[in-house]
């Protein structure tokens, strides 16, 4: 009886570590990506990446209520909004993106355990070799090299390159990532629901929205 109640017991063991080991990545819906990428980078899941900016791209638009598709200027007021801590990530993220969210977190190597992005995985790497703007390039090399990435020293550097994310798809994928992505992990994906274009408007003041955007525009390149 003895040895019966061993057997079960290993039987059961190897069972359970049979299925942690052949655990699948949750399976996306891609609702925006095509087969092919516009970001050049082997052996990385470009296309899901490719999601991830074209969802975020989407959420921003609607958040700050770009009727105009002014994608440019949905960059330029998120980017003031997170700098002045005004980004409601919650208010904004749309169920699709944090399904994106959650096949990004299945991605080895991708975030960190302190929940920042790994700026060795691959994809970084990639795009930091390719961001189109060679000054930026060498700010983003030196600081990832002597581990001083901070939001405050990359901040300032970003503001006057932002508007170039919606043709510099490296630079785009670089914000998704590390300025949207990598905060979701605070959102309750309980309280996520889809939102009309203009649902968000109340949740964005006009008068420091506009302010934020002005001073954002005067610091970055005509």
Not at 47 to 67: P, R, T
Not at 168 to 177: C, I, K, M, P, W
Not at 178 to 202: G, H, I, R
Not at 210 to 216: L, S, T, V
Request: glycine letters at 2%.
């Amino acid at each position: 009886m003895k040895h019966t109640t061993i057997k079960v017991f290993v039987i059961a063991l190897g069972i359970s570590l049979f299925g942690c080991k052949t655990e699948t990545k949750p399976t996306l819906d891609y609702k925006f990506a095509q087969d092919g990428s516009s970001i050049n980078c082997p052996n990385t899941n470009t296309k899901l990446f490719e999601e991830a900016v074209l969802s975020f791209e989407e959420d921003i638009k609607k958040y700050f209520n770009q009727s105009t598709n002014n994608l440019p200027k949905a960059y330029s007021s998120f980017l003031a909004n997170v700098n002045n801590r005004r980004m409601d990530y919650q208010a904004a993220v749309s169920p699709h993106s944090m399904e994106v969210f959650e096949a990004l977190k299945a991605e080895a190597g991708l975030f960190n355990e302190d929940h920042s992005v790994n700026y060795q995985a691959p994809i970084f790497e990639c795009v930091s070799n390719n961001f189109s703007d060679k000054d930026f390039q060498t700010t983003f090399k030196a600081l990832v090299a002597t581990n001083s990435m901070r939001a405050p020293l990359i901040a300032a550097p970003l503001r006057t390159k932002i508007r170039r994310a919606p043709k510099d798809r490296y630079l785009a994928t670089f914000v998704a990532l590390d300025w949207y992505y990598s905060k979701l992990f605070d959102v309750d994906p309980t309280q996520v629901t889809e939102k009309p274009a203009n649902e968000n408007e109340p949740k964005v003041n006009p008068t420091q929205l506009k302010n934020a955007e002005r001073i954002q525009s005067s610091q970055s390149e005509k």
